[in-house]
């Protein structure tokens, strides 16, 4: 039988299994081949708060989705065209993310009556077999039994450790289905069991009887092609959103000088910048664990008081336990960098889902009046920047400074094209060496800016007290006097207001610069956004679309900019915290859309507010 | 050893005195405070450390002693309740040459910052911990604190506190301390070579400070130093000498298995008396538990001095060693090999 070759220009893969299926590795995998291979794309892992839940159910289902393409990938994809699912539970729990007409590939092994009845399927039916999945492209295939097969008896391993492979002949299933190269994944796995050649041997050889089963079986009649995409000329690599957060503050540290501290204490799903920080000592990086997420911060204000660049990570819990802490930074005026990684709240919330939670508690969440400079990273690769423009602002103008990410783009990887070290601009940091007061001191004195001088313990002569009391001006002494607290009040959060003549001002991302809709968005929701504006400007919608970075202060003419448009339009994964904010500031009424499942805006939910907008003419914004 | 010299402005060298550690601030402690002894005493032994005074950190929590850094002309930090030891974790691992000390009291240490308290203890950092114990929370005007005796009538606890205190040297040595002292401001001797003491050891060493609160829980302490009572009622430790106390030194005490007994010095040779050495964790964790109510019959004297001290790594050398040791072992980390990762691909 011919196989036929079909060329896509994007394509949508989710592989979903039980969380011990390997069904993360099994993407990531794919991911990396893809990006090295030249295609755009973005990824989303979808995984169970639970390390181990019960086997075969729904709710120990972990999935993991690609998007990649020769065309420009902004998403990971609204539905997706492929469906690899390990077990009934995987299936159940996945479909409706499928298109109607897409291709589900089934481990027939994990449809037995257990895994059935586990994934709560009624007596006597089987999806696979009962008709119900005739609206899509249904290809089975007992990966156990091949497995089992493949490793045959010689392979030296139990049958436990034989069947945790099967991701591999499926990895490398996939691989043939869409005509990629095995190199990559060969090289990782060589690296990763060199030290266990049994397990390795046995991984290399799933993976090509995957692939061989594809060539030889016969019942896959099309194989697809993805080109690489056209993206900007450069040297790309895949980077995932933590990873590329640590990156950042280490290259803040080496272009500051500073050493980098990092004090925090786990938390999901912030804790992938700890781990790879902690790669890096070779850095001078400090990481330390601290006993809870206050002693995190406060470790950090210590770090950050004997002259290093101190760093702290969390996600919304952990963000409301340093409330107090951060305020003390704020009121000492001492650099830091304040990482949320954000998840769904309230409380213990949705742990391992995203949401864009704690806007509002950034911005407002402390006691007394402390507004502390907010950015924003859009995307996986943005986190790099993101980091470092949020430790330039924190040492700059003598402050800690809130970095909101998400696990979306936390976990979300993408390819990105790095900048050379030789291409990041100095971080200027002078600390003080002598006196700025008539024959003294004066802790608290400011500069054009508005920042004090940063006098580390050691510095001679420069001896002097901080701390949490409200201070006089200029001495930092002990102040009760009312003036001086209005004064003081006033003076902090001049000072902040003051970091906008020192960050870009804002651009229109796509679409005009004028007319009926403009769209804004913060953080991870800039794929989908970008996606949807593209494609109904595309289509003739009067539409464009702004991305905000620095949410506090916001770019000096994001008002002016605004009100060139009938209509704004604030997409948030909550409740609405932006518009909020937005509609104080500057009295617009801006339209709230809102989702809170725990889950990305597909574009298409925001292409059709849009053009559900454009339809209805409304008198203009005033 | 040496005492510090301060170059003065004028290029001449000249020797730090406790003035020198006087900031023009006003003190604002109530007038019979002991901690007006304390810092006194503090101010006293630092010029002879040997340490630069611009390399020296005081940093406090919340309460009245918290107020200390203000008034001490070296760098301070006065911080929020409970977090002084967190804060000077940081701190210390970030910098370990400076002289990191924290003052704190039984509700900032014991209470609210109970957890970074025994972290700190466990973890070691070379630094010193002055915990001013008054057995009230005084900034908040009279409520009981974890040290306060079971049946105290406080402004919270007008039936009498239910709670069980803390005894902050057991807390301490199981916590992993390693080094153990207690004294108290109406001693200014004995709080001088303890505060020596605490100095010189390398590792967190915990003094426990005896204070009067001459507002809300005046005479908490004074059996201990009044004339009358002081002399049965205390047990002044010292190593390698044996354990005895009373108006002639007549009284000793001996142990019968685990158990401290109170022995009349006349009756037993003086090698049964129990010698005091403050390298031995087992006695330690008994001389911790001379705990006493005072107002118990045949109750035992309560210790001062030295309780304890071992010599363990501390946090901060560790880190640092891990530091060397990854770039001795990959070399100084280069920012475009780390940006770059393992993989690239180049679009032309």
């Known amino acids: ?622 | 050893m040496d005492s510090t010299t301060n170059i003065a402005s004028n290029g001449q060298a000249t020797k730090m005195t406790a003035k020198d550690l006087v900031t023009d601030q006003e003190v604002r402690w109530c007038p019979g405070c002991g901690d007006y002894s304390i810092i006194k005493q503090v101010q006293t032994i630092v010029p002879e450390l040997g340490i630069p005074q611009e390399n020296i950190v005081f940093v406090s929590g919340i309460g009245c002693s918290s107020r200390f850094p203000y008034y001490m002309e070296t760098y301070g930090m006065h911080s929020i309740h409970g977090r002084a030891t967190a804060i000077a974790s940081g701190l210390k691992a970030a910098r370990p040459e400076l002289s990191v000390w924290i003052v704190t009291g039984d509700g900032d240490a014991l209470s609210i910052g109970g957890n970074h308290f025994i972290h700190l203890l466990r973890r070691n950092f070379d630094v010193n911990v002055l915990l001013f114990n008054n057995e009230i929370y005084g900034l908040t005007k009279g409520q009981y604190s974890p040290t306060s005796p079971q049946g105290a009538v406080t402004k919270s606890t007008p039936m009498g506190s239910i709670d069980h205190p803390f005894n902050p040297l057991a807390l301490s040595l199981g916590a992993d301390g390693t080094f153990i002292a207690r004294s108290m401001d109406r001693d200014p001797k004995h709080l001088q070579e303890i505060l020596r003491r605490a100095n010189a050891h390398k590792g967190t060493s915990f003094v426990e400070i005896y204070q009067n609160c001459s507002v809300f829980n005046d005479g908490a302490f004074f059996i201990y130093s009044d004339k009358e009572t002081k002399k049965l009622e205390t047990l002044m430790l010292e190593h390698g000498k044996p354990l005895i106390f009373g108006e002639t030194g007549d009284k000793g005490i001996k142990l019968d298995g685990f158990k401290p007994v109170i022995v009349n010095v006349n009756e037993v040779s003086a090698n049964d008396l129990w010698i005091h050495d403050d390298h031995d964790a087992v006695k330690a964790s008994i001389l911790t538990r001379f705990f006493d109510d005072p107002k118990k019959e045949n109750h035992l004297p309560r210790p001062f001095g030295v309780f304890y001290q071992e010599d363990r790594y501390r946090y901060e050398d560790a880190m640092a060693a891990q530091i060397n040791e990854a770039i001795s072992k990959k070399g100084e980390g280069d920012l475009d090999k780390l940006i770059s990762g393992g993989e690239t691909w180049l679009i032309n």
């Open chain 1, 1 to 622: 039988m011919a196989v036929k070759n079909e060329i896509l220009d994007h394509v949508t893969i989710r592989f979903a299994g039980d969380s011990g299926d390997g069904m993360q590795l099994t993407g990531t995998q794919f991911t990396e081949t893809a990006a090295i291979f030249g295609n755009d794309l973005s990824t989303f892992p979808d995984y169970p708060a639970e390390i181990r839940a019960p086997i075969g159910t729904i709710a120990g289902v972990s999935g993991y989705q690609i998007h990649f393409g020769s065309v420009e990938i902004n998403t990971p994809g609204d539905q997706c065209d492929v469906l690899v699912v390990m077990n009934a539970a995987a299936l159940k729990a996945n479909l409706r993310e499928l298109k109607k007409g897409g291709i589900i590939i089934a481990n027939t092994d994990g449809f037995d009556p257990k895994n059935l009845r586990l994934a709560n399927v009624a007596d006597g039916i089987n999806p696979l077999e009962d008709g119900s999945l005739a609206n899509y492209q249904l290809f089975t295939i007992d990966v156990t039994k091949m497995t089992r097969a493949a490793l045959s008896n010689d392979s030296g391993l139990g049958v436990k450790e034989i069947d945790r492979s099967k991701n591999m002949f499926v990895l490398g299933f996939i691989y043939w289905m869409f005509n990629r190269d095995l190199e990559h994944s060969i090289k990782f796995l060589t690296d990763k069991f060199k030290k266990k050649p049994d397990i390795l041997e046995a991984n290399l050889k799933l993976l090509k009887a995957g692939y061989n089963f594809g060539e030889t079986a016969e019942i896959f009649t099309t194989r697809y092609t993805v080109e690489k995409a056209k993206m900007a000329p450069g040297v790309y690599r895949n980077i995932m959103g933590n990873q590329a957060t640590a990156l950042g503050l280490i290259a803040a540290s080496k272009k500051s000088g500073l050493p980098l501290f990092c004090g925090t204490y786990p938390i999901t799903p912030a804790s992938d910048i700890l781990h790879e920080l902690s790669k890096h000592k070779n850095f001078g990086v400090r990481t330390y664990q601290a006993e809870d997420e206050i002693a995190a911060i406060c470790s950090v204000i210590g770090a950050s008081y004997a002259g290093h660049l101190a760093v702290t990570t969390s996600s919304g819990p952990g963000i409301a336990l340093k409330t107090e802490a951060m305020g003390l930074g704020f009121m000492l005026e001492l650099p830091m960098v304040i990482i949320d990684v954000q998840r769904g709240g309230p409380s213990t919330g949705l742990p391992t889902k995203t949401e864009q939670s704690d806007l509002l508690q950034a911005y407002y969440g402390r006691n007394g009046e402390a507004p502390l400079p907010v950015i924003a990273a859009l995307s996986p690769a943005d986190c790099f920047d993101a980091a470092f423009q949020a430790s330039r602002i924190a040492v700059e103008f003598m402050t800690p400074v809130m970095l909101l990410t998400d696990g979306f783009i936390a976990n979300g990887a993408e390819p990105w094209m790095f900048p050379k070290s030789s291409e990041l601009a100095d971080i200027k940091v002078s600390f003080a060496k002598e006196y700025n007061g008539d024959g003294k001191f004066l802790p608290y004195k400011r500069d054009e800016k508005l920042s004090r001088p940063w006098a580390i313990p050691g510095t001679k002569n420069l001896q002097h007290r901080i701390g949490g009391l409200e201070k006089q001006h200029e001495t930092g002494n002990i102040s009760y006097d009312p003036e001086n607290h209005e004064f003081m009040i006033k003076m902090r959060e001049a000072k902040v207001n003051k970091i906008a003549d020192h960050i870009p001002l804002q651009k229109i991302d796509s679409g005009k610069d004028k007319g009926k809709l403009l769209v804004i968005g913060w953080g991870s929701t800039y794929g989908s956004i970008r996606s949807a504006v593209t494609k109904a400007i595309a289509e003739g919608y009067d539409v464009s679309h702004a991305h905000i970075r620095y949410l506090r202060p916001f770019p000096k003419n994001l008002g002016e900019l605004m009100r060139n448009f009938d209509k704004v339009l604030i997409p948030e994964i909550n409740n609405g915290q932006l518009v909020k904010i937005i509609r104080d500031q500057y009295l617009l009424p801006a339209i709230a859309f809102n989702k809170m499942k725990g889950l990305p805006f597909m574009s298409v939910e925001i292409y059709d507010r849009i053009t559900e907008l454009l339809k209805v003419e409304t008198p203009e914004m005033a």
